[in-house]
């Protein structure tokens, strides 16, 4: 079965941190772009960041500086680390995989980060 299956997700105080993991089965990240994305309710899906499958990145102005986004091939894993978290990091985070030849492109389920004192 192809899938990529989020994780990590939780609930945290303001300035904490979470790493968040997408690790896909079924087939191998090598060649995909993986991007994270969240969504809040009452508001619109956000790119937040994204990783090509040479390694080179991009974060959105709204988290710059503090999410990091990586991958780890051998794992076939991509991550999010999110540091100084603040309430308006608070949704569900997806993670999308999307092939370098344009064939295929997949999604997560979904986790729930939630910022909250």
């Known amino acids: 079965q192809l899938q990529l299956v989020e994780s990590g997700g939780g609930l945290v105080q303001p300035g904490g941190s979470l790493r968040l993991s997408c690790a896909a089965s079924?087939?191998?990240?090598?060649?995909?772009?993986i991007g994270w994305f969240r969504q809040a309710p009452g508001k619109e899906p956000e790119g937040v960041s994204c990783i090509s499958s040479d390694g080179s990145t991009y974060h959105a102005d709204s988290v710059k500086g503090r999410f990091t986004i990586s991958r780890v091939n051998s794992k076939n894993t991509a991550y999010l680390q999110m540091n100084s978290l603040k309430p308006e990091d608070t949704a569900v985070y997806h993670c999308?995989?999307?092939?370098?030849?344009?064939?295929?492109?997949?999604w997560g389920q979904g986790t729930q980060v939630t910022v909250s004192s």
């Open positions: 999308n995989a999307k092939s370098r030849y344009g064939d295929s492109d997949y």
């Open positions: 079924g087939f191998t990240l090598d060649y995909y772009a």
